[in-house]
């Protein structure tokens, strides 16, 4: 049996690398942290957040705003989320399993500059 190991959020969570265990793909940094409470009211981590609407508020100011409001014209609701259960390792970098959604940005451009290109959607394979 594996001992549990107490992990420090803000040390060895937020700003990490996340990698996809499944091909070794950088998915994304860290931005936030989704934190829930148990009976004796102590917090703990229920999910990763990414993205601008989660790092926007982190960052603040004006910076952080304009982030936010880029998402939101790109059709972003809510941060992505990476449910902690689907975390297999924490080291240098976070791993995560599991099926991935994809970010706001990433799917404005495959949508709208990517897949109008003649061919970009494999039409002669």
């Known amino acids: 049996m594996t001992r549990a190991r107490v992990l420090h959020a ?4 937020l700003d990490r690398q996340v990698v996809h265990d499944r091909d070794g793909r950088l998915v994304c940094k860290v931005d936030d942290l989704e934190l829930d409470f148990d009976d004796q009211g102590r917090p703990y981590v229920t999910a990763i957040l990414m993205g601008p609407l989660a ?3 982190r960052v603040g100011g ?3 705003r304009l982030m936010e409001g880029a998402a939101r014209l790109l ?3 809510a941060p992505p ?7 297999s390792r924490v080291a240098s970098a976070v791993h995560v399993g599991g099926d ?3 970010p706001a940005l990433e799917r404005w ?3 709208h500059l990517i897949e109008p290109i003649p061919g970009a959607r494999h039409e002669a394979e």
């Open 10 to 13: 803000q040390l060895h969570l």
């Open 55 to 57: 790092l926007g508020p």
């Open 62 to 64: 004006v910076l952080g």
């Open 75 to 77: 059709g972003a609701e």
């Open 81 to 87: 989320r990476i449910p902690m259960a689907d975390v």
């Open 100 to 102: 991935l959604e994809r």
């Open 109 to 111: 451009v495959r949508t």
